[in-house]
T-cell receptor
Framework: AQKITQTQPGMFVQEKEAVTLDCTYD???????LFWYKQPSSGEMIFLIY??????QNATEGRYSLNFQKARKSANLVISASQLGDSAMYFC?????????????FGAGTQVVVTP | NAGVTQTPKFQVLKTGQSMTLQCAQD?????MSWYRQDPGMGLRLIHY???????DQGEVPNGYNVSRSTTEDFPLRLLSAAPSQTSVYFC???????????FGSGTQLSVL
């Protein structure tokens, strides 16, 4: 069963605007981690941000912030002040399991195109 | 700082051929894993390892074998390639107390 759902296959955003990428997850483990990765057209996977299930505050990394709503099981990525270089595929991922390793599961991704 | 190195970057196989995708990391990471990326399906875990001599299956292990004889290397073997194995393959590693996955640059495999 799909544990990570990204409902937006693609979206356009104007430069300098903010964009929210949706991600919902499903797990019964109390301990889990949520991630966002960026994949530009060159193909590499770039780590953006991490949120632990016990973290009290939403994670932020520069222009990226993770809107963590635990009760709703959502972990939306917010990119502020979009830049042309933000055009890429974005993947939401989750690691669940109480062991220190866990297995990572990825969503299907959201293609973002930033327009001038 | 090499990080995670995958070879080759591109490969074309005929149905039934075998090959090994190489993955090496120089960060002394215990955890290594292989994913395949297909359009509309994100990345799916094939096999993973939590240390030398220890491997386990992920979500889509059929048709693939792995071994982990050293901490540094985690090769993925296709014993008899099938067109359904046409995909982009990523190797990734991490430390136990660091949540971040480090990815290789990927291998684009086509099976004709």
């Amino acid at each position: 069963a799909q544990k990570i759902t990204q409902t937006q296959p693609g979206m356009f955003v104007q430069e300098k605007e903010a964009v929210t990428l949706d991600c919902t997850y499903d797990t019964s483990d109390p301990s889990y981690g949520l991630f966002w990765y960026k994949q530009p057209s060159s193909g590499e996977m770039i780590f953006l941000i991490y949120q632990g299930s016990y973290d009290q505050q939403n994670a932020t990394e520069g222009r990226y912030s993770l809107n963590f709503q635990k009760a709703r099981k959502s972990a939306n990525l917010v990119i502020s002040a979009s830049q042309l270089g933000d055009s890429a595929m974005y993947f939401c991922a989750m690691r669940d399991g109480t062991d220190s390793w866990g297995k990572f599961q990825f969503g299907a991704g959201t293609q973002v195109v930033v327009t001038p | 700082n090499a990080g995670v190195t995958q070879t080759p970057k591109f490969q074309v196989l005929k149905t039934g051929q075998s090959m090994t995708l190489q993955c090496a990391q120089d960060m002394n990471h215990e955890y290594m894993s292989w994913y395949r990326q297909d359009p509309g399906m994100g990345l799916r875990l094939i096999h993973y390892s939590v240390g030398a001599g220890i491997t386990d299956q992920g979500e889509v292990p059929n048709g693939y074998n792995v071994s982990r004889s050293t901490t540094e290397d985690f090769p993925l073997r296709l014993l008899s390639a099938a067109p359904s194995q046409t995909s982009v393959y990523f190797c990734a590693s991490r430390e136990p107390n660091n949540e971040k996955l480090f990815f290789g640059s990927g291998t684009q495999l086509s099976v004709l």
